[in-house]
């Protein structure tokens, strides 16, 4: 029978010995202590990953370029799938700047192509001068809205530009907060204050928890520099997508994909494991 070691997630350091002369060692050893695995038979992510598990380590974690460039490496070799399941998975949590989460708080009124969270890094909310919804860079510059809780009137446009957390703490400081949009009337009466062609922030912002299915720290980027649409998924899944040179991109977790494992060769396991057979 045999046994295998699970749980083993701790990654060692990589190789960084020259062979001096040239020649191939006999220890010689990949650049890192993982090895990659492409599956081609199509899976969801959650599939993907039990699979990865059982057979493997986890789904593929890339922590750095070499780690990528294995991973570009593997893949069209294996069979130059379009795109292909990595261990990145993250949560889609809208919040409004004052808290609130009374009824109204799910209201939205994105673009009908919004949001698109571009090169995963689009995670504050304006309102274009048509009165939608666009997820947008948190350090752009843009005029904002903010709301009164004393004042009958209610919101208050503010056109002096300034990034999402700068607006924050100006309508913190001034009036009550940002902008929370509870339902039509809200949204017609904001959109009723916005001037000719401007796109105030409003309070809607959500944080950026992006994570790899082993556990490992998410520092390591290598984004499509374009568009995820979100819709209204509330966790997206990561490929690497070999039509993009490999870059990654967040889709539904529900769609069929290859995808690629690691593993920690056994010789660079712990030697406490139990011995095969007993
Ligand atoms: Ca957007």
């Not at 899976?43 to 039990?50: H, N, V």
């Amino acid at each position: 029978m045999r046994v295998r070691v699970r749980g083993h997630t701790s990654l060692l350091p990589a190789v960084t010995e020259a062979t001096p002369n040239g020649h191939a060692s006999r220890c010689e050893r990949p650049p890192t202590f993982k090895e990659t695995h492409f599956v081609s038979e199509a899976k969801t992510w959650t599939e993907a990953q039990s699979y990865c598990r059982e057979k493997y380590t986890d789904l593929a974690t890339v922590g750095n370029t070499e780690e990528m460039k294995k991973l570009k490496d593997t893949v069209p070799a294996a069979g130059d799938r379009s795109q292909v399941w990595i261990g990145l998975y993250s949560h889609v949590d809208w919040k409004w700047s004052d808290g609130f989460h009374q009824s109204g708080a799910e209201y939205r009124n994105w673009r009908n192509d919004q949001p698109n969270y571009k090169e995963a890094n689009q995670l504050c909310v304006v309102m274009n001068p048509g009165g939608k919804w666009h997820d947008q860079f948190c350090n752009g510059m843009s005029s904002s809205v903010c709301y009164n809780d004393s004042a009958a009137g209610g919101f208050e446009f503010v056109a002096t530009v300034k990034t999402w957390s700068d607006a924050q703490k100006h309508c913190r400081e001034h009036f009550t907060d940002l902008a929370t949009v509870r339902n039509e009337a809200d949204n017609v009466q904001i959109h009723s204050l916005i001037p000719y062609n401007r796109w105030p922030w409003i309070g809607l912002y959500r944080d950026p928890p992006i994570y790899w299915s082993d556990g490992s720290n998410f520092s390591f980027s290598s984004w499509f520099p374009g568009v995820n649409p979100l819709g209204s998924m509330e966790v997206v899944c990561g490929v690497a997508d070999f039509n993009k040179g490999g870059k990654w991109r967040f889709i539904s977790c529900e769609a069929r994909k290859p995808f690629v494992c690691y593993s920690i060769p056994s010789n660079m396991q712990p030697r406490d494991r139990v011995p095969a057979g007993s």
